[in-house]
């Protein structure tokens, strides 16, 4: 079988691969509440539509500060682990919902741009692990006891995600994968990534009950509830 995982380049993985035609420029749909229904052009919007629309899947703001974070934050203590200031992220989700095609954010601190990319996956409409796809990977987890059967189940089952969405999860796991690497330094290793992650990423059914996401906050978008 072939890997689904294949390295090839990614709007994440060179700085020079984003494309200027038009990225980000253009209003969106995909609200996250009715307070930001005018304003948001970047956060709670499908994948889908921002591949549509800029040509990738992922704005170029979110790509210009994910590439800032691995260069100032990888070897950051607790980095996706610690809190950035409240006051800041909402600054920083501001600025990018007013300019989407924001790029400077050398001045920023690495736990404040930690949280903002947590902020903007669990925002989506539909979680990067689609509702489809979650409970399919928790029962290969559950049931599939060869770690080499798993890891074939595990890569059939991508094929059940959308092209967008299996691109920025690409993306983002080399993207993690430069963080674990400076786990010596970081205290930030694969799993621990994952336990701060994964809240962002998948759907999981109590929270849908809840809302309330791992650890008691609310880690589901009110429009994630709404198509529960």
């Known amino acids: 079988m072939p890997k689904v995982f294949r390295r090839q380049k990614s709007v994440l993985v060179s700085s020079s691969s984003t494309s200027n035609n038009g990225t980000g420029t253009a209003e969106r749909p995909g609200k996250r509440s009715s307070s930001t229904s005018s304003s948001t052009v970047v956060f709670g919007v499908p994948l889908s539509t ?3 629309r800029c040509g990738q899947p992922l704005p170029a703001g ?10 100032c934050g990888v070897a950051a203590h607790g980095i996706f682990r610690r809190a ?14 007013a300019n989407p095609d924001e790029a400077d ?8 741009l930690a949280d903002v990319v947590k902020l903007y996956l669990r925002e989506l409409p539909e979680c990067l692990i689609t509702q489809r796809l979650s409970p399919t990977l928790m029962d290969i987890f559950t049931y599939v006891k060869s770690e080499d059967a798993r890891l074939l189940a595990m890569q059939a089952s991508m094929l059940l995600l959308p092209d967008e969405n299996r691109e920025v999860l690409q ?20 799993s621990n990534l994952a336990v701060c992650l994964a809240p962002s990423l998948f759907y999981f059914p109590h929270e849908a009950a809840t809302g309330v996401g791992i650890g008691g906050r609310d880690a589901v978008s009110p429009r994630r509830l709404r198509r529960a």
Do not use: W
């Open 84 to 97: 950035g200031g409240r006051a800041r992220v909402a600054a920083l989700k501001s600025r990018l919902d």
């Open 105 to 112: 954010f050398a001045n920023c601190q690495p736990y404040d």
């Open 50 to 52: 921002v591949q549509i």
């Open 171 to 190: 993306a983002l796991l080399y993207f993690l994968n430069d963080f674990a690497d400076c786990a010596e330094t970081s205290q930030m290793g694969a």
């Open 62 to 71: 979110i790509v210009h500060l994910m590439r800032q974070l691995r260069k």
